[in-house]
C-alpha cells in the first residue's frame, strides 16, 4: 500500500473513532496517544518517509503535515470541552446556589506583633496609654530633656509642620501626656506610629511603629526593669534566648542601657543577621531621669522609675525572619499572605 493510500486510511480510521468517542463515551486520551503518541499511526508513518523517493518526498511529508495536524487540532477541541454541542447547549444557572467564598483577608504582620508585645505587658499589669501623632517640640523633645540645639536631636530627623508642631519621633511623648495628667503609681504601654524623616531603603522607613513603656513607683530599680524585659523577651522569642544589658545613652533616662537577645537564627553561633556577634540588639531603656520628672512636677526625690522602647517593624523582621522594611508597606498580597 502506497503511502498517500495509508494516510488516507488513518484519517478515515479517525473519524470512526471520533464518532464511536462522542456515542460510547470513550477517552480523548486514548485516541491522542494511539494517533499522535510517540509509537502512534502518525509516528509510524513518518518512520516510513525514510523509504519514499526523493522526488515524491515533499509532497508526501506535505500530506503527512497535514493529516497530523487535523487530528491534533479536532482532538485538542474534544479535549478543551469546547466543541459544537457545548455552544449549542442551554446556559443553566441555580440562582438558590450559594456563591463562592470571597478569599479572607489576615491580621497584618505588624497588628500580629504589636498585639503579642502588647499582651505580653498587660499580663504583666501594664495598662494602655496613647498620644497624638502631631505633637509640640515641648511633649516630643523638651519635656523629654531634649531642649532644642541639644545634638540628640540630630538623631531624630524630623517632620516639622510649623516652627513647633510637628510628627512625632518616638512614642516617648505619651509618657509626658499621661504624667502630667495622672498622678503615680504609673504603669502604661504606649503603641503607636512615628515618623522620621529618612531616606526609605531595606532598612529604614519615614514611618515605623513603636511601642513604649514607663513604670513609675516608689523605689522602683533597674533590677525590677532587667527582669521584666528578659520576662518580655522569653515570651516573645522563645524561653531559651538569653539577653543582656549594654550601657548606652539617651537623653530622658539615666542611666541608659540597650537590650541584645541572643541570636535566635545562627542560636549565638554568629551569623550575617546578628554580624557575627551571636546577640541581636532589640530595645533601648534605662531610669526615668530626673528632669523629665521635673518637667511633669514629679517629685524626684519621692518616684523613680523605668522607661524601655523598641520598634515594632525591627521585633517583626527578627521573629518572621523579613530583611527589607518596605515590605511591610508596600501590600503585596503574595506576602501578606505568609502570616
Ligand atoms: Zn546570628
Given at each position: 500500500m502506497s503511502i498517500t493510500d495509508q494516510i488516507q486510511q488513518v484519517r478515515s480510521e479517525f473519524q470512526t473513532d471520533l464518532k464511536s468517542l462522542s456515542s460510547e463515551n470513550g477517552s480523548v486520551d486514548t485516541i491522542r496517544i494511539k494517533y499522535l503518541g510517540r509509537k502512534g499511526l502518525v509516528a509510524s508513518l513518518f518512520v516510513q518517509m525514510g523509504s519514499v523517493s526523493k522526488e515524491e518526498r515533499p509532497h508526501m511529508g506535505q500530506a503527512l503535515n497535514e493529516l497530523k495536524s487535523e487530528i491534533s487540532t479536532?482532538?485538542?477541541?474534544?479535549?478543551?470541552?469546547?466543541?459544537?454541542?457545548?455552544?449549542?447547549?442551554?446556559?443553566?444557572?441555580d440562582y438558590t446556589l450559594p456563591s463562592d467564598p470571597l478569599p479572607a483577608g489576615s491580621i497584618h504582620p505588624l497588628s500580629q506583633v504589636m498585639e503579642e508585645i502588647k499582651s505580653i505587658f498587660l499580663r504583666l499589669g501594664f495598662s494602655m496609654a496613647y498620644g497624638p501623632e502631631i505633637d509640640t517640640e515641648f511633649y516630643n523633645f523638651e519635656a523629654l530633656n531634649i531642649p532644642r540645639h541639644h545634638p540628640a536631636r540630630d538623631m531624630q530627623d524630623t517632620f516639622y509642620i510649623s516652627e513647633s508642631v510637628l510628627l512625632r519621633t518616638h512614642t516617648s511623648d505619651t509618657q509626658i501626656h499621661f504624667m502630667?495628667?495622672?498622678?503615680?503609681?504609673?504603669?502604661?504601654?504606649a503603641p503607636g506610629r512615628v515618623y522620621r524623616n529618612e531616606d526609605i531603603s531595606v532598612r529604614s522607613y519615614c514611618l515605623f511603629h513603636q511601642i513604649e513603656g514607663l513604670y513609675?513607683?516608689?523605689?522602683?530599680?533597674?533590677?525590677?526593669?532587667?527582669?521584666?524585659?528578659?520576662?518580655?523577651?522569653?515570651?516573645?522569642?522563645?524561653?531559651?534566648?538569653?539577653?543582656?544589658?549594654?550601657?548606652?545613652?539617651?537623653?530622658?533616662?539615666?542611666?541608659?542601657?540597650?537590650?541584645?537577645?541572643?541570636?535566635?537564627?545562627?542560636?549565638?553561633?554568629?551569623?550575617?543577621?546578628?554580624?557575627?556577634?551571636?546577640?541581636?540588639?532589640?530595645?533601648?531603656?534605662?531610669?526615668?531621669?530626673?528632669?523629665?520628672?521635673?518637667?511633669?512636677?514629679?517629685?524626684?526625690?519621692?518616684?523613680?522609675?523605668?522607661?524601655?522602647?523598641?520598634?515594632?517593624?525591627?521585633?517583626a523582621m527578627l521573629k518572621y525572619g523579613v530583611e527589607d522594611i518596605r515590605l511591610f508597606y508596600n501590600g503585596d498580597v503574595r506576602f501578606l499572605r505568609q502570616f
Amino acid at each position: 500500500m502506497s503511502i498517500t493510500d495509508q494516510i488516507q486510511q488513518v484519517r478515515s480510521e479517525f473519524q470512526t473513532d471520533l464518532k464511536s468517542l462522542s456515542s460510547e463515551n470513550g477517552s480523548v486520551d486514548t485516541i491522542r496517544i494511539k494517533y499522535l503518541g510517540r509509537k502512534g499511526l502518525v509516528a509510524s508513518l513518518f518512520v516510513q518517509m525514510g523509504s519514499v523517493s526523493k522526488e515524491e518526498r515533499p509532497h508526501m511529508g506535505q500530506a503527512l503535515n497535514e493529516l497530523k495536524s487535523e487530528i491534533s487540532t479536532q482532538i485538542d477541541t474534544l479535549g478543551s470541552g469546547d466543541n459544537s454541542q457545548g455552544e449549542n447547549r442551554e446556559e443553566f444557572i441555580d440562582y438558590t446556589l450559594p456563591s463562592d467564598p470571597l478569599p479572607a483577608g489576615s491580621i497584618h504582620p505588624l497588628s500580629q506583633v504589636m498585639e503579642e508585645i502588647k499582651s505580653i505587658f498587660l499580663r504583666l499589669g501594664f495598662s494602655m496609654a496613647y498620644g497624638p501623632e502631631i505633637d509640640t517640640e515641648f511633649y516630643n523633645f523638651e519635656a523629654l530633656n531634649i531642649p532644642r540645639h541639644h545634638p540628640a536631636r540630630d538623631m531624630q530627623d524630623t517632620f516639622y509642620i510649623s516652627e513647633s508642631v510637628l510628627l512625632r519621633t518616638h512614642t516617648s511623648d505619651t509618657q509626658i501626656h499621661f504624667m502630667e495628667s495622672h498622678d503615680p503609681p504609673v504603669r502604661i504601654i504606649a503603641p503607636g506610629r512615628v515618623y522620621r524623616n529618612e531616606d526609605i531603603s531595606v532598612r529604614s522607613y519615614c514611618l515605623f511603629h513603636q511601642i513604649e513603656g514607663l513604670y513609675v513607683d516608689k523605689g522602683v530599680t533597674f533590677a525590677e526593669l532587667k527582669g521584666t524585659l528578659d520576662y518580655f523577651a522569653k515570651e516573645l522569642f522563645g524561653k531559651k534566648v538569653k539577653t543582656r544589658f549594654r550601657p548606652s545613652y539617651f537623653p530622658f533616662t539615666e542611666p541608659s542601657a540597650e537590650m541584645d537577645v541572643s541570636c535566635i537564627f545562627c542560636k549565638s553561633k554568629g551569623c550575617n543577621i546578628c554580624k557575627k556577634t551571636g546577640w541581636l540588639e532589640i530595645l533601648g531603656c534605662g531610669m526615668v531621669d530626673p528632669e523629665v520628672f521635673k518637667a511633669v512636677q514629679y517629685n524626684p526625690e519621692k518616684w523613680t522609675g523605668y522607661a524601655f522602647g523598641m520598634g515594632i517593624e525591627r521585633m517583626a523582621m527578627l521573629k518572621y525572619g523579613v530583611e527589607d522594611i518596605r515590605l511591610f508597606y508596600n501590600g503585596d498580597v503574595r506576602f501578606l499572605r505568609q502570616f
